[in-house]
């Protein structure tokens, strides 16, 4: 890396750069600590409320009228780190950039979280002051683990009745197994909640309740119990920052003094390292304790130059690794994330740049398509509001205009500089339903907004099915479609009917079993002749379809071993108990006969499809469907009642818990019988009871369900 890796040129250097994400479990107030944020930062001058629909970042007509949010929204925005009394903050009167990207809580639109944790930084993971950890934290929280994204956790809701923050970092650190640590404790709680304990300056930090913003606050001197608890907090951080880090352990060994920079460096230091959770609570909605909370994130979530470089490999040998560094003097790499359509731009490319800068005109090469496009338009992005810019540096987060042949997790970089990041990786939809547009000449429009919709979400799949024609999309759930289908009718104007949500079922196999398939017609002129012989085997879980060539002598020619395999491929959309499509299997092509004249790819893969189906009828199938992990929260005098109804739908309970005189049931339930699950729930427990679900795995179908299933799709019981 150059010595220095800024451009002159641009605003804001890389040290003083962050890239942050905001994730949580659905309603823990994601979209209203950003709202807050945005407020204290200046970038907005009036709070809009998620319940009004005038957040900022929700901006979607939906997201407005569910108080929900649907797709992630990038916002930049800074800050200034005020210099407090007798307080040490690392970054004091400097200029701050943040990119703030709000994510989605809803299980949903889990793509959403999942591209915007690979192109951060760092994140701040929102957590319920009252709830705790929730099904979704648990899942937001291992996606930001493989990405190894830097954390600070916020409690908020510490003003409603039953928040608990001690209880709260308990939660983290026994169910996530979390390593995490108090930095902001609130003074107070519920309607007594006023401020926050600085613990590693030890001071208190006081909200003025006459302004209604908590734009005032005072820093004080610690009073009464506040002392002991500060002190105990601070002397359990140093010792948990010894363990971590060499630099402050070893300073604590020679018996130095620790000031409070070389605690806040530690801090720094094993918050990047992964090493450290820190904590802070209070309450979004309140406007208590945020300003603080932003103070953490440019103290300890690192900037572009603190975390390890982007590891890339070429585009032509998988086993050459390339590095992207941060630096506005290397080569141009960024990751396209997002795609998004927009009325009055086109098609909006939202990128992370990695290294290197580009420009307005430049033109961007894609290793995938090993194709140049030239960029029409650069865009800082404010949520729905766009600004134009002339250049976008390493570690920025922006999007451009006029690529068109792109697709999400593709990588843009230099003119033919053969580099590929890794992309985000996204789950199988588990959820289907037929549509048709309802006016027959919509057709043709219908077409072209699923197209377009699914460039755009990886999570949603189009596909038409061979035997009815129908049109088929897939995505994560009722909700996921319901919102897909609203979208057409308001940005596409297509209006359409939709057939009752169908189970993405699964077939595979338990044995392994050999398979022939032959393919021989003679008739006058050139015949058709494959011969393939081949065995499957169970994969385990989650592996898909693998194919090995095992064939010696050349018994099948090298030219037709890819036909092989495509027919192999091929075979699998559609297995032998009621046509779905075959999951989790190996298979190894071991041997055929070829013949000089008659033999041609199309024959070797009709013989390779017919292999596959041979060894299927003798692998003993077995059909998988989606389960669900199912967590419900109810009074407890309804615990019975939803327990008995949970058995009824084939689940199986797997814990039960109370917290505050409510019952939590944890419970695995087939996606089959959780349709309307809602109405029922509601019913049972006299509209006190709620739920949350998320996709948990694969598992058998009982013999029964299989036979309905096979009669339904017109098929004979086995």
């Not at 929102?126 to 950890?133: E, P, Q, R, S, Y």
């Not at 030239?374 to 690529?403: E, F, P, T, W």
């Amino acid at each position: 890396m150059s010595a220095n890796p800024n451009s002159p040129n641009r605003e804001y250097p890389l040290e003083r750069t962050r890239n942050i994400g905001i994730c949580a479990h659905i309603d823990a107030g994601k979209t209203t600590l950003t709202e807050r944020i945005l407020f204290y930062t200046g970038m907005i001058h009036k709070i809009g409320e998620v319940h009004d629909g005038a957040a900022t970042t929700d901006w979607m007509e939906q997201e407005k009228e569910r108080g929900i949010t649907i797709t992630s929204a990038a916002v930049t925005t800074k800050w200034k780190q005020l210099p407090g009394k007798d307080t040490v903050k690392l970054f004091e009167n400097q200029d701050i950039r943040i990119n703030i990207i709000d994510t989605p809580g809803h299980v949903d639109f889990t793509a959403e979280v999942e591209r915007s944790l690979r192109v951060l930084d760092g994140a701040i993971f929102v957590l319920c002051g009252v709830a705790g950890v929730q099904p979704q934290s648990e899942t937001v929280y291992r996606q930001a683990e493989k990405y190894g994204v830097p954390r600070i956790a916020f409690v908020n809701k510490m003003d409603r009745t039953g928040a608990n923050f001690q209880r709260v970092v308990e939660d983290v650190r026994t169910k996530l197994g979390a390593n995490a640590w108090p930095i902001l404790i609130p003074i107070g709680a519920e309607d007594n909640l006023r401020g926050q304990i600085d613990v590693v300056n030890k001071k208190a930090v006081i909200f003025s309740d006459d302004d209604k913003f908590g734009s005032t606050y005072e820093v004080r001197e610690l009073e009464g119990d506040q002392v002991d608890l500060a002190n105990q907090a601070y002397d359990e951080l140093v010792e948990e920052l010894c363990n971590v880090d060499d630099e402050i352990g070893t300073m604590f060994l020679e018996e130095k003094p620790i000031s409070v920079t070389d605690v806040k460096q530690a801090l720094r230091r094993a918050v990047i390292g992964l090493k450290i959770i820190p904590m802070a609570g209070g309450s979004a909605f309140k406007n208590k304790g945020v300003q603080y909370l932003v103070d953490a994130v440019v103290d300890y979530l690192p900037g572009p130059l603190d975390i390890p470089a982007a590891q890339g490999q070429s585009a032509d040998e998988d086993a050459v690794k390339i590095e992207a560094r941060p630096d506005d003097g290397e080569k141009f790499v960024s990751l396209a994330f997002k795609l998004w359509s927009d009325k009055f731009v086109g098609k909006l490319v939202f990128f992370r740049v990695y290294s290197g800068c580009v420009k307005k005109g430049d033109v961007v090469y894609n290793p995938r398509t090993r194709k140049t496009e030239r960029v029409g338009r650069l865009i800082q992005i404010q949520a729905n509001q766009h600004k134009d810019i002339d250049c976008c540096y390493s570690g920025d987060i922006a999007a451009m205009v006029g690529i068109k042949n792109v697709t999400t997790g593709d990588t843009l970089a230099e003119d033919d500089y053969d580099i590929l990041l890794e992309p985000p990786s996204f789950p199988e939809p588990v959820i289907s339903m037929a549509v048709e547009p309802k006016a027959k000449g919509d057709q043709e429009k219908m077409a072209m907004a699923l197209q377009r919709l699914s460039d755009e979400d990886p999570t949603f799949v189009v596909r038409t099915d061979e035997e009815t024609g129908q049109t088929i999309i897939a995505g994560m759930g009722e909700l996921h479609l319901e919102i897909l289908r609203d979208r057409m009718l308001r940005e596409f104007k297509v209006d359409t009917n939709a057939g009752a949500p169908q189970i993405a079922y699964r077939e595979t196999l338990t044995k392994e079993a050999d398979g022939e398939g032959k393919l021989v017609k003679q008739s006058g002129g050139r015949g058709q002749y494959g011969h393939v012989i081949l065995k499957v085997f169970p994969s385990e879980r989650g592996k898909g379809i693998t194919v090995e060539n095992k064939v010696v002598g050349g018994t099948i020619p090298k030219e037709y071993i890819n036909a092989c395999k495509s027919g192999v491929n091929e075979a699998m959309h559609n297995g032998i108990i009621a046509g779905y499509e075959v999951v989790d299997i190996h298979v190894d092509i071991l041997d055929g006969s070829s013949h000089e004249v008659d033999s041609n790819e199309n024959a070797f893969k009709m013989a390779a499809i017919f292999a596959v189906k041979d060894a299927l009828k003798k692998a003993k199938c077995i059909m998988m469907e989606p389960i669900m992990a199912v967590e419900a929260t109810t009074p407890e005098e309804y615990q019975g009642d939803i327990m008995g109804d949970i058995n009824r739908r084939r689940g199986r309970i797997t814990a039960i818990d109370s917290r505050n005189n409510m019952s939590i049931v944890k419970a695995e339930v087939p996606l089959a019988e959780m349709f309307g699950y809602s109405t029922t729930i509601r019913t049972l427990s006299s509209g006190r009871a709620s739920y949350s679900m998320q996709p948990s795995h694969f598992d058998q179908v009982p013999q029964q369900i299989v036979d309905q299933i096979v009669e339904q799709r017109g098929g004979k019981k086995a």
